[in-house]
Structures are given as structure tokens and as C-alpha cells.
């Protein structure tokens, strides 16, 4: 059984099949990118491709996978809700880092691409369950066109700026709400513990394919 992961960049492949090698030698990877997914959910809605999504994990099925990851945070509502439709096990890679986040009293969600928020705080609220931490959202203006333009440095820069602008003051942490944030982690002098997803979406799926097999 094998695991598939559903990209909205190819940026991600490299950064995951590393992971994979680092953390879970042996697993068999399928990377399937489709850009024109976040392209429409952008400028309709993460709802108006759930047909799309879906025919996206069915392609997935179709070739072996038992557990597919959807790594767009976008998306990932729909992806999940996408899975009994299918008939396979959706994750989305950002759940893992939400749980692990509302042990916080204060998380500070930082983003590049607007349409990203709202499903990072759903999902934050619903992992929070009884308990309320105080949610708060920062836009990264301008990073996304860096990140269209190839200019991964200046994408990670400006993400790394942004979370060096957080007033540390209230505690808490702070949570990358797209998965290619994560290495502006290493670029930050915050010092609020700065949460991505890769690694810890990556943990969880690998999981769920054991658990399979």
C-alpha cells in the first residue's frame, strides 16, 4: 500500500520525498500536483472544486493508494470530507500541527494566501474541542507573488519578517498555515515556537498506512 499526497505545488515533492528519507525510509510515496485546484479555490472558494478534489483522490485510488495526504491547506477540509466518497482514508496535513497548537492559550496564525485562514481556523477551533485559545490571523502582503515568481528566499524573507513582527509579549505560539512556510522557521528570531505541518502531517499519514497494511 502505498501513500499519495496531493500537491497544489510542486515545490512541495523535493520537500517531502526529504522527509520521507529522513523520518520513514522505505515509504513508497505518489506525488499528484494539481496548481489549478488552489488557482480556482482562490478565486471561488475551497467548496467550488470539491468535484475536482475528489476526482483528484479517485485518481489516487485508482493507482494503488490506500491513504492519500492532502497537503493544501485550502483544501484540506475538502479533501477530508472527500474521503467516504471515494473510499480511502484523506488526511490533511495541517490537522497534526492544529492539535498540538490549542494546547496554547494564544496562537498567532501567519499566511500568505488569504484563502488559506478561515479553513486554518476552523480546523483550529474544531481541534480545540471545550477549550477557547485566543485566535488571532496575519497576512503575509506581498509573499505569495514571491512564492508565483519562483523567489523561494524572498517568499521565505518575508514570512520570516512577518513572524519577527509578532509581539511575543502575550505567548503562545505561532502556526504557518501553509505548508511552504515551514523552513521560514529556521529564518525567525521570534522567540514563540513557530508550528508548520510537513513533518508532523508526513508522521501522522505514515501512521495511518501502517496502520493498513
Same mark, same amino acid.
Given at each position: *500500500? ?94 497534526? *500541527? ?82 511552504? *512556510? ?32
Amino acid at each position: *500500500m502505498s501513500l499519495a499526497l496531493l500537491h497544489t505545488s510542486a515545490v512541495h515533492v523535493p520537500v517531502f520525498d526529504g522527509l520521507r528519507d529522513r523520518d520513514h525510509p522505505g515509504l513508497a510515496l505518489r506525488h499528484l500536483v494539481a496548481e489549478d485546484l488552489l488557482v480556482r479555490a482562490r478565486a471561488e472558494g475551497p467548496e467550488a472544486v470539491a468535484g475536482a478534489v475528489r476526482d483528484a483522490l479517485a485518481e489516487a485510488v485508482a493507482g494503488g493508494a490506500g491513504v492519500v495526504l492532502c497537503t493544501c491547506s485550502t483544501l484540506g477540509g475538502v479533501a477530508e470530507r472527500s474521503a467516504a466518497a471515494v473510499g480511502v482514508r484523506v488526511l490533511r496535513v495541517d490537522r497534526p *500541527m492544529a492539535a498540538e497548537a490549542v494546547r496554547a492559550e494564544r496562537i498567532v496564525v501567519v499566511a500568505a494566501v488569504e484563502s488559506t485562514l478561515e479553513p486554518t481556523l476552523d480546523l483550529l477551533r474544531e481541534e480545540s474541542g471545550d477549550r477557547t485559545p485566543a485566535l488571532t490571523t496575519l497576512l503575509v502582503d506581498g509573499a505569495w507573488d514571491r512564492f508565483l515568481a519562483g523567489d523561494r528566499d524572498g517568499y521565505l524573507d518575508a514570512v520570516a519578517a512577518a513572524l519577527d513582527g509578532v509581539d511575543p509579549t502575550g505567548g503562545g505560539v505561532i502556526v504557518l498555515a501553509q505548508a511552504s *512556510m515551514a523552513d521560514a522557521a529556521e529564518r525567525t528570531t521570534t522567540p514563540l515556537p513557530v508550528l508548520s505541518s510537513p513533518r508532523l502531517g508526513l508522521a501522522a499519514a505514515a501512521a495511518a498506512v501502517r496502520r493498513h497494511e
